[in-house]
């Protein structure tokens, strides 16, 4: 790094620890893998609650993260309307021209997220099955 | 709380670290002129977050490897037992259990490693 951005002072994190998307099957065939691959800065470490794992050693290089967290969900048992997520990049990603490629990243780098609804008790769902009930042998 | 970057190790091994370094050979290598006394101020407002913008992050990252490196290629004799410390948790537990035994038996660090 010292020889990319100068003195230790210009050095910033994300010049350093960088994670990469792979794509299927692209990012297998050489010369494809720039094109379909997003390549980003990682923040944390795996040590960290926001983790970024990577390996010392080995041939990804000490600064190459191998995986971090992905998805992220939040839900409300009082609320049956809506649950609340967040994904680290798209739900289009895998798709090189889509405009939704990456629009969840800034979200989710943000710590927000975005809510889904859900039917929740508007088809009037009632119950029907019978109630379970669990003993021991003990009381038969 | 979920996107937390703080490393709570680093904030305990930054001071072991710091001790260790007092012979006051460069942390880093001769040509990046990275010596203790540049390190304590770098880290001295550092809130331990490994951030995108983080300069003392970046320094604190390159430092422990070039210290795991060392111990990886030059004191960890045979094949196997280097992958069983560079592809496993193992190795970080090593190097920071190793700093501070160094620290409590007031050895010079670099005697030791380097």
Known sequence: MGQAHGA???WKYKYLYTYRFLHTPFS????????????????GTPRTINMSWAQKFGKLGPFDATASTVYRQVIDLGDSTAMHL???????QQSLFSTFRSDFRELFDAGQYFRLETPGNEDELKETGVTMKFATHFDE | MAVDTLDIQAR??????????????SLLNEDEEFHVGVARAVF????????KESNSASMYAAWEYMIATYLHEMKIEGVTARRNFGYTFMGEHFLNRQAQEWQKAGKPVYEEWC
């Open chain 1, 86 to 92: 967040a994904m680290d990049l798209g739900t289009q």
């Open chain 1, 8 to 10: 230790v002072e210009n």
């Open chain 1, 28 to 43: 297998e065939i050489p010369g494809f893998a720039y094109l379909y691959e997003v390549k980003d800065s990682a923040v």
């Open chain 2, 12 to 25: 305990l091994m930054l001071p072991t670290l710091l001790d260790l370094a007092l012979s006051g050979k």
């Open chain 2, 44 to 51: 001295s407002n550092w809130d331990y977050r490994f951030s």
